[in-house]
């Protein structure tokens, strides 16, 4: 079954501290893998998307990694914000063929930056 | 950066009402379009992907009779919930993307969501 799991749920982090979150994905034919950010009562925002091939990507003080041996893949927020306070979200596209697809969600994990 | 516009952001009305949402990209041409919903503390539940000029494919589960999507251009799709009730109730949210289905490497850019409540 096509599963992605994050962890933590929660996590409460001080302005300044780095960050590592995790997304542990049973997903098959693997495709790519999405880290996003959303906001409460927002959109999710990409922050980036890896392929097979890609062991890791940046975006700013946002750096993900994927070891795609061990299904696994991490986002490391760098020098917290007060802003960074969100829900992430790790989604891992699995590939059916053609242009079909299918896209699983993780459940995110909600990091509050406190001052 | 690709902006893609949702409206309205919240709307409340009676059950048994008919409600549309529209899903704009401003700046690009959205090949493929989704339809997400989330409730309260979850994550994102795909309903259906549309692209235009083409049928929309629904998820599992997901009612097309009850949940019509229209991609009628490659810069404008609408959710339309016919007959809401408020199971209904719940946050509405589109993305857009320049690329082909869900497993398409383009990033899918979201618009804001809409808050649909049903009394």
């Known amino acids: 079954k096509n599963q992605v799991e994050q962890s933590p749920q929660s996590l409460i982090i001080l302005e300044g501290k780095n960050c590592t979150l995790q997304?542990?994905?049973?997903?098959?034919?693997?495709?790519?893998l999405r880290w996003y950010k959303q906001d409460t009562g927002r959109g999710p925002v990409s922050l980036t998307i890896m392929t097979f091939s890609e062991n890791t990507k940046s975006n700013g003080r946002y750096t993900a990694t994927l070891d795609a041996d061990t299904k696994q893949s991490s986002l490391h927020i760098t020098a917290s914000q007060l802003s960074d306070s969100a829900s992430y979200i790790c989604v891992v596209s699995a590939r059916y063929g053609g242009s079909q697809g299918n896209l699983i969600f993780g459940k995110g994990t909600k990091l509050s930056v406190k001052p | 950066g690709a902006v893609v516009s949702q409206h309205p952001s919240r709307v409340i009305c009676k059950s048994g009402t008919s409600v549309k949402i529209e899903c704009r990209s401003l700046?690009?041409?959205?090949?493929?379009m989704f339809w997400y919903r989330q409730f309260p503390k979850q994550s994102l539940m795909l309903m259906a992907t549309s692209n235009e000029g083409s049928k929309a494919t629904y998820e599992q589960g997901v009612e097309k009779d009850k949940f019509l999507i229209n991609h009628a251009s490659l810069t404008l799709s609408t959710l339309t919930v016919t007959s809401a009730h408020p199971e209904d109730s719940s946050f509405y949210i589109c993305?857009?993307?320049?690329?082909?289905?869900?497993?398409?490497?383009?990033?899918?850019?979201f618009g804001d969501g809409t808050r649909l409540s049903i009394l």
């Open positions: 993305s857009a993307s320049s690329g082909q289905g869900v497993s398409s490497n383009q990033p899918q850019h």
């Open positions: 700046d690009f041409q959205a090949t493929t």
């Open positions: 997304c542990n994905y049973t997903v098959s034919p693997f495709s790519n």
